[in-house]
């Protein structure tokens, strides 16, 4: 099943790299795919259950739903997870 979310906080390629590489290492995650203009996130999912696994593992990141908290730890953290990105590229 495909599904997609609107993400807050993602900046360049090196965050959707961050978020492409974990959300594959995910089970049931497949098709990662980021969209930098429009700030989407769409993957493919096997089970539904794991659409809260997903939203709490981008929220880890650093990149929370479009409309849940965003408060400056997880802003921080995209800044990590962004830097991350660019060096494993």
């Given at each position: 099943m495909k599904n997609t979310f609107n993400i807050q906080n993602l900046k360049c390629g090196g965050c959707a790299n961050t978020i492409v590489t974990q959300l594959s290492k995910l089970d049931g995650i497949s098709d990662v795919s980021v969209d930098n203009d429009t700030n989407e996130v769409s993957f493919n999912i096997t089970v539904e259950n794991?659409?809260?696994?997903?939203?709490?593992?981008?929220?880890?990141?650093?990149?929370?739903?479009?409309?849940?908290?965003?408060?400056?730890?997880?802003?921080?953290?995209?800044?990590?997870?962004?830097?991350?990105?660019?060096?494993?590229?």
């Open positions: 794991d659409i809260e696994v997903v939203k709490n593992k981008l929220s880890d990141l650093g990149y929370p739903i479009e409309g849940d908290s965003n408060s400056l730890p997880k802003k921080a953290k995209s800044f990590v997870s962004c830097a991350v990105g660019r060096m494993t590229k």
